[in-house]
C-alpha cells in the first residue's frame, strides 16, 4: 500500500478530531434562533408548549438585546484566553491530549449555560466554552495537518471548516424544533453530550507523528504512529520521516544564512525546541508569515460573516418576519454544500485563488445585500446574503486556518495558530458584540458596506503577498521566499538538480 493512501484508521482519527471543530461551530450557532425565548419569554417555536412549572430553573433568562449580544460574544472572549493558552500545552502535552482535555471547559460551559438563570451566569458558561473552542481551533488544523499525506491536505484541511459549518447548521436545525420556553435548554446541553462523545473517541485515536518527530528522540514513536495511520511498509513509512529530517535541515541551513546575527546562535541552538508565542511576533525571521496569518484572519472576520452566522434570524427576521427561521438553516445547508465544493477543489485550484475569488466575490453581495436592505428588496436581500455565505464557504472559510502549518515550520505551527487564532477573535468579538449597536447608529445596509469596503482592501493586500501553497510542504514555501507564483518553488528545485 502507498504511503499516499487513505486508510479506514485515518478517517477515524480525522472523524475524532474533528468532533472538536463540530463543538466549536455548534456553540457557535446555538444563541441564535432561540434568542427571543431566552430573553423575552417568547416562544420562537411553531409549537406550542406552555412553560413547565415545576422547572427548579425560570423559564427564561430577560436580557437587553445588547446584553443578549455580549453573551453570544462572550464565546470569543473565552477563545481568545483559550487560544493565548494553547501552544503551551499543545507542544508541552501533544495535539491528542491537549484536545482530550479541552473537554473539560467545553462541558463545564455546556453545563452551566443549560442550567443558567442570570445573565452572567451564562456569560460565564459561553466564556468556558469559548476557552475550549479556542484552544480546538488551535489544535484541530496543526492535528490534522500533521497526520494526512500531503497531497491530501487541502482536501483535509477543507473538512476542518466543513466540521464547524456541520455544527452551526446542526444547531440551527435543533433550535428549530428546541426553541420554546420548556425546551430551549436542551439546545445547550447537547454541548455537553459532544464533549462526553469526544473524550470517548479520542483515546483510541495516535499522537501526530510529526509533532512526536519533532521531539528529541521522538522518531522512533513518531515511526509507530504513521504505521497505523499510513498502514503502509515500514520502508516507506521511513522514507516519508526521512523527507521531514532533510527538510528540517534544509531549513536550519537557511535560517542561518537568513536570520540576523543576533539572533543566529537562539535559532540553530533551540531547533528542535518549539517556538513560543513572544518569539513569534518578534522575530524578524517570521515578520512574512505573521503578516500573511493576520492577513488571513482579519479578512475572515471583517468580511462581517459572523454578523451573519449569529444575527442570521434577526437579519431575515426584518425581511421575511414569519419564515427568517427556516432561511438560516437554507443559509447553512447551503454553508455545507459550498463547503464540500471548496474540499474538493482545494487541492486543484490553490488556496491564493479560492482566497482571492471568494473574497471578492464577498464584497459584491455585501454591496448588493447593504443595497437591497436599504431599498426593501426582500427577495434580492435573500439572493444576497446566501450568494454571501457561500462564497464564504468556497475560500474564505477554510483557508485561513488550513494555510497556517503551510507557512512555518512544525516547531513553529502551535504559536502561529495561536496568534492567528487570537487576531480571529478579537475581530470575531468586535464584529459580534459590536454589530447590533453598530446597526442602530448606522443602518443594518450601512454596515454591509462597510463590511464590503474592509473586505476590498485586505483582497487588495492579499493580490501582493498571499502566497500559493497548494502540493508544497511548509519547508518549500519557506524556501520559496512566500512566492506568490506556484511554480517558483518546482522552478528553483529543477534548476538545483541541473
Same mark, same amino acid.
Given at each position: ?174 433550535? #428549530? ?5 420548556? *425546551?430551549?435548554?436542551? +439546545?445547550? /446541553? @447537547?454541548? &455537553? ?5 469526544? !473524550? ?93 496569518? #493576520? ?5 475572515? *472576520?471583517?468580511?462581517? +460573516?459572523? /454578523? @451573519?452566522? &449569529? ?5 431575515? !427576521? ?107 477573535? @478579537? ?43 497548494k502540493g508544497q510542504s511548509a519547508e518549500e514555501v519557506i524556501r520559496s521566499g512566500y512566492s506568490i507564483y506556484p511554480s517558483h518553488i518546482r522552478i528553483t ?6
Open positions: 500500500m502507498s504511503s499516499e493512501e487513505l486508510t479506514s484508521y485515518l478517517f477515524f482519527v480525522v472523524f475524532s478530531i474533528l468532533m472538536g471543530a463540530f463543538q466549536y461551530g455548534y456553540h457557535n450557532g446555538e444563541l441564535n434562533t432561540p434568542q427571543t425565548v431566552i430573553t423575552k419569554c417568547i416562544g420562537a417555536s411553531s409549537l406550542s408548549i406552555e412553560p413547565d412549572e415545576t422547572s427548579l430553573l425560570p423559564a427564561c433568562v430577560p436580557m437587553s438585546d445588547a446584553r443578549y449580544a455580549i453573551v453570544v460574544a462572550s464565546l470569543t472572549a473565552g477563545g481568545l484566553l483559550g487560544a493565548l493558552a494553547a501552544p503551551y500545552f499543545n507542544d508541552r502535552y501533544g495535539r491528542r491530549l491537549t484536545l482530550f482535555y479541552t473537554n473539560l471547559p467545553l462541558a463545564l460551559g455546556s453545563l452551566l449555560t443549560t442550567c443558567a438563570s442570570t445573565p452572567s451566569a451564562m456569560t460565564v458558561g459561553r466564556v468556558l466554552s469559548g476557552i475550549g473552542s479556542g484552544i480546538v481551533t488551535v489544535v484541530v488544523p496543526a492535528y490534522l495537518s500533521e497526520c494526512v499525506p500531503q497531497a491530501s491536505r487541502g482536501l483535509f484541511g477543507a473538512m476542518n471548516q466543513l466540521a464547524i459549518v456541520v455544527g452551526i447548521m446542526t444547531a440551527q436545525i435543533v433550535s #428549530l424544533f428546541w426553541s420554546n420556553i420548556k *425546551q430551549w435548554r436542551w +439546545i445547550m /446541553a @447537547v454541548g &455537553f453530550v459532544l464533549a462526553i462523545v469526544h !473524550s470517548i473517541l479520542l483515546p483510541f485515536c495516535v499522537e501526530s507523528p510529526r509533532y512526536l518527530a519533532s521531539l528529541p528522540g521522538g522518531f522512533n514513536r513518531a515511526k509507530m504512529s504513521l504505521l497505523r495511520l499510513r498502514q503502509s511498509s515500514i520502508d516507506q513509512v521511513e522514507e516519508e520521516i526521512q523527507t521531514w529530517r532533510r527538510n528540517w535541515a534544509n531549513q536550519q541551513q537557511e535560517s542561518a544564512v537568513t536570520v540576523p546575527e543576533e539572533e543566529e546562535g537562539r535559532l540553530l541552538i533551540t531547533n528542535n525546541s518549539h517556538v513560543t508565542v513572544w518569539h513569534f511576533v518578534t522575530s524578524r525571521h517570521y515578520i512574512r508569515p505573521l503578516a500573511i496569518i #493576520l492577513l488571513l484572519q482579519l479578512a475572515q *472576520q471583517l468580511s462581517g +460573516i459572523n /454578523a @451573519v452566522i &449569529f444575527y442570521s434570524t434577526s437579519i431575515m !427576521s426584518s425581511v421575511f418576519p414569519d419564515s427568517s427561521g427556516l432561511i438560516t438553516v437554507f443559509i447553512s445547508i447551503v454553508n455545507l454544500i459550498m463547503t464540500v465544493v471548496s474540499a474538493v477543489l482545494m487541492d486543484r485550484v490553490g488556496r491564493r485563488t479560492l482566497f482571492l475569488v471568494s473574497s471578492s466575490w464577498m464584497a459584491l453581495m455585501a454591496l448588493l445585500l447593504g443595497w437591497s436592505m436599504n431599498h426593501n428588496h426582500s427577495i434580492l436581500a435573500a439572493v444576497a446574503i446566501v450568494g454571501f455565505v457561500a462564497a464564504f464557504a468556497i475560500g474564505l472559510g477554510p483557508i485561513p486556518f488550513l494555510m497556517i502549518p503551510e507557512l512555518v515550520e512544525t516547531r513553529a505551527v502551535s504559536s502561529a495558530c495561536s496568534v492567528g487564532l487570537a487576531a480571529n477573535m @478579537v475581530s470575531n468579538f468586535l464584529v459580534s458584540a459590536g454589530f447590533l449597536s453598530l446597526r442602530d447608529v448606522m443602518g443594518q445596509g450601512q454596515v454591509f458596506y462597510l463590511f464590503a469596503v474592509c473586505l476590498v482592501a485586505l483582497v487588495a493586500c492579499a493580490v501582493f503577498i498571499l502566497p500559493e501553497t528545485a529543477n534548476e538545483e538538480e541541473e
